[in-house]
């Protein structure tokens, strides 16, 4: 594997400039996924490697203590969702998110990973900086954050400020490796105009119904803006996942008047689909999923595969699937729920049967996007009416069965697959 070195003044606002040589490599002369940076006179080093590279990566650096970022992509290529996190062992951590993916222990699919390592790291620096690194993502609110809690660490003065130097260190190079999502989004307040006022926001626009209101938006160059005019699901304690930076940027806009009576006065700018759909709802939601496109009947972001499919044909069969796809299926004590694996995780085909009598261990996002697709008609007498998009097999199997369940276990690939290790009809209560 041979390297190809730049090198550049990346001061962005904090540290005094210094240089930061980037070194990007090439595998039989094709340019790979693999990066590294580091500050000129710093200890510290950062890696980008793709998912592919990490089980067969043979550099002891990825093997060292730091701090991490998982970056699962959206359908525009752009991050829309991370997990943060600290290891001892980074590669071994990231060779622990892979197999639990396969096991259906994580619900997220994540295609870079960011590393951050240096030699004088042990725990207690790198538990204090992912919890640094935790807070900064969700008060930038730009992505939706998969960490489910961190760990406060006490540390004397002088580690503090050694580490915040660390931390500045992680931002710059974050931002020199091409991303911003520690960074809170900035919108021009000239472009935060209400369609049919003095000045137009322009750009995609998105609707999201909910029980009791709706949502609308529009995707432009400043990011994705929450239209003025907007209803705001106001009965936040109803839902424990709320982000923390949605729930400080909802009691700044009730305080200022951007929230009043339940609706939005103004535009408010979000970096993701995923900060505007859960600042609106009050819970953590993907926005992917919440948001539909006004040009169609499909997600932010997502194709329907089965567009081939009649109007009529209410059967979700593997012959409306793209040649070569992957079908798997459920039996259900009523009927039969059918998927289709693509590079975005598992997509719930129309027609599928839905169990609708849920049970206490059905995951919370699960419930609610039940709850949305019955209130957007996306399931109508226990089916779906729509391919449904979900980022892997245990989500679309929770959502079928209304429990919590394996999904590993749960489908069977349809020709000469396996039969499922569960009952058909029953609900794993202790597993995701």
Same mark, same amino acid.
Not at 34 to 47: E, F, P
Not at 232 to 240: C, F, H
Not at 376 to 391: A, C
Not at 407 to 432: H, M
């Given at each position: 594997m041979t390297d190809l070195c730049d090198s550049r003044n990346e001061s962005e606002g904090g540290l005094s400039a210094?240089?930061?040589? *980037?070194?990007?490599?090439?595998? +039989?002369? %094709?340019?790979?996924?693999?990066?590294?940076? $580091?500050?000129? =006179?710093?200890?510290?080093?950062? *890696?980008?490697?793709?998912?592919? +590279?990490? %089980?067969s990566c043979d550099r002891s650096?990825? $093997?060292?203590? =730091?701090?991490?970022?998982?970056?699962?992509?959206?359908?525009?290529?752009?991050?829309?969702?991370?997990?943060?996190?600290?290891?001892?062992?980074?590669?071994?951590?990231?060779?622990?998110?892979?197999?639990?993916?396969?096991?259906?222990?994580?619900?997220?699919?994540?295609?870079?990973?960011?590393?951050?390592?240096?030699?004088?790291?042990?725990?207690?620096?790198?538990?204090?900086?992912?919890?640094?690194?935790?807070?900064?993502?969700?008060?930038?609110?730009?992505?939706?954050?998969?960490?489910k809690n961190t760990v406060k660490q006490t540390l004397s003065e002088f580690s503090r400020l050694a580490l915040e130097n660390v931390l500045e260190e992680i931002r710059i190079l974050t931002v020199t490796l091409g991303y911003r999502f520690l960074e809170k989004l900035r919108v021009d307040s000239s472009d935060q105009q209400v369609p049919g006022s003095n000045g137009v926001t322009s750009g995609k626009e998105y609707r999201y119904s909910f029980s009791g209101g709706e949502a609308r938006a529009v995707e432009n160059e400043n990011g994705f803006v929450l239209l003025a005019g907007s209803d705001?699901?106001?009965?936040?304690?109803?839902?424990?996942s709320i982000p923390e930076s949605a729930r400080r940027l909802r009691e700044q806009c009730l305080v200022d008047g951007r929230i009043k009576d339940g609706k939005t006065t103004s535009d408010i700018g979000f970096r993701s689909p995923s900060g505007a759909a859960s600042f609106v709802f009050g819970g953590s939601i993907s926005g992917r999923i919440a948001w539909k496109c006004l040009d169609s009947a499909s997600e932010c972001g997502t194709q329907s595969v089965t567009e081939n499919l009649s109007s009529t044909d209410s059967t979700c069969s593997p012959d409306s699937c793209a040649s070569g796809d992957t079908v798997y299926f459920h039996k259900l004590e009523h009927g039969e729920?059918?998927?289709?694996?693509?590079?975005?995780?598992?997509?719930?085909?129309?027609?599928?049967?839905?169990?609708?009598?849920?049970?206490?261990?059905?995951?919370?996002?699960?419930?609610?996007?039940?709850?949305?697709?019955?209130?957007?008609?996306?399931?109508?007498?226990?089916?779906?009416?729509?391919?449904?998009?979900?980022?892997s097999m245990s989500a679309a199997a929770c959502f079928v069965l209304g429990g919590s369940?394996?999904?590993?276990?749960?489908?069977?690939?349809?020709?000469?697959?396996?039969?499922?290790?569960?009952?058909?009809?029953?609900?794993?209560?202790?597993?995701?």
């Open positions: 210094r240089s930061v040589e *980037i070194l990007q490599f090439f595998r +039989d002369d %094709v340019l790979c996924d693999l990066m590294t940076a $580091r500050i000129c =006179g710093s200890s510290l080093k950062a *890696i980008k490697i793709s998912r592919n +590279d990490v %089980v650096d990825i $093997r060292g203590a =730091g701090v991490y970022f998982l970056l699962c992509t959206g359908e525009n290529g752009e991050p829309d969702g991370v997990y943060v996190g600290e290891s001892l062992g980074l590669q071994g951590r990231l060779k622990n998110h892979i197999s639990d993916y396969k096991r259906g222990k994580e619900d997220y699919y994540w295609n870079h990973a960011l590393l951050f390592t240096a030699a004088d790291l042990d725990k207690t620096s790198t538990l204090w900086l992912e919890d640094a690194l935790f807070e900064m993502v969700e008060s930038a609110g730009q992505m939706e954050v998969y960490t705001i699901r106001m009965n936040e304690s109803e839902v424990a729920a059918r998927a289709v694996l693509n590079h975005d995780g598992l997509v719930l085909l129309r027609g599928s049967d839905i169990r609708l009598n849920a049970v206490a261990s059905m995951p919370e996002q699960a419930r609610i996007r039940r709850e949305q697709c019955l209130a957007d008609k996306e399931i109508v007498d226990g089916k779906t009416t729509v391919d449904l998009q979900f980022r369940v394996n999904g590993k276990r749960f489908w069977t690939q349809l020709n000469g697959g396996e039969p499922c290790q569960d009952d058909a009809g029953s609900v794993n209560g202790g597993e995701e």
